[in-house]
């Protein structure tokens, strides 16, 4: 599950950034609109990849001996 994760947001944040990086490339430069997905999709992808840390070591933690 977590390899998922961890794959999905990679290709997301690939895509994201190759993203921004064609439209700085383009001479008309980012729309309003475009600034807000873009926002808005990086907010997503690092609530995704915390999600992904928490449930690695809360399972991490759950591996610990208790005494």
Do not use: C, H
């Not at 947001?9 to 873009?38: C, H, M």
Request: overall charge negative; hydrophobic content about 50%; cysteine-free.
């Amino acid at each position: 599950m977590n390899e998922k994760l961890q794959m999905a947001t990679t290709r997301a944040y690939l895509k994201l950034s190759n993203k921004v990086q064609d439209l700085r490339e383009n001479e008309d430069g980012l729309e309003t609109a475009e600034k807000v997905f873009l926002v808005v999709g990086s907010i997503i992808l690092a609530a995704a990849v915390i999600a992904g840390i928490t449930v690695w070591v809360n399972g991490q933690i759950a591996l610990l001996p208790t005494n």
